[in-house]
T-cell receptor, first 120, second 115 residues
């Protein structure tokens, strides 16, 4: 079963306006992390914002904010004051915290992505 | 100097060739990952190394062989690949969750084309 769902293959926004990218997730874990990454055409995955499942406040990082609704299992990304440089693919991801031996590592599961295009 | 560096950025190889992808991280992280990104598909986790030990192998064909000689370097050795293996291969690293740190940092990827 898919754990991360992004239902918007593509989104368009006018420069300087706000846009919301949707993300829903499915997990039975009590402790998990939610991430948003930006992937420009160059290919690199750029970390934008993180929300922990126990965080009571919605995460914010500059123009990015994460609208976390735990009961609905949604973690939407809000980009305020869009810029032309925001045009890229955006991925929502969920981390399962796993242990192997004496250490732990974060396994990220990604959604299908949303292509955002910012118009001048 | 970027945190996670991948080389080469682009690679074209024949189905009978042998090549290797290299990933180097300068962040002091102790977990490293290989992801495959095919067109119109979500990123797929291939391998995970934690403290230089392979801890996850997601049913990846044996024509892909990972190697982690130390905590800063990760390789993906390729041999007798198929055209459907053409994709963007992304390397990532993260810090042990028990010591803090949350996000994974990615390299710029290697765009692989198998002809």
């Amino acid at each position: 079963a898919q754990k991360i769902t992004q239902t918007q293959p593509g989104m368009f926004v006018q420069e300087k306006e706000a846009v919301t990218l949707d993300c829903t997730y499915d997990t039975s874990d009590q402790s998990y992390g939610l991430f948003w990454y930006k992937q420009p055409s160059s290919g690199e995955m750029i970390f934008l914002i993180y929300q922990g499942s126990y965080d009571e406040q919605n995460a914010t990082e500059g123009r990015y904010s994460l609208n976390f609704q735990k009961a609905r299992k949604s973690a939407n990304l809000v980009i305020s004051a869009s810029q032309l440089g925001d045009s890229a693919m955006y991925f929502c991801a969920m981390r399962e915290g796993l242990r192997a031996g004496g250490t732990s590592y974060g396994k990220l599961t990604f959604g299908q992505g949303t292509i955002l295009t910012v118009h001048p | 100097e970027t945190g996670v560096t991948q080389t080469p950025r682009h690679l074209v190889m024949g189905m009978t060739n042998k090549k290797s992808l290299k990933c180097e991280q300068h962040l002091g992280h102790n977990a490293m990952y290989w992801y495959k990104q095919s067109a119109k598909k979500p990123l797929e986790l291939m391998f995970v190394y934690s403290l230089e030990e392979r801890v996850e192998n997601n049913s990846v064909p044996s024509r892909f062989s990972p190697e982690c000689p130390n905590s800063s370097h990760l390789f993906l050795h390729l041999h007798t690949l198929q055209p459907e293996d053409s994709a963007l291969y992304l390397c990532a690293s993260s810090q042990d969750l028990g010591q803090g740190g949350t996000e994974a940092f990615f390299g710029q990827g290697t765009r692989l084309t198998v002809v």
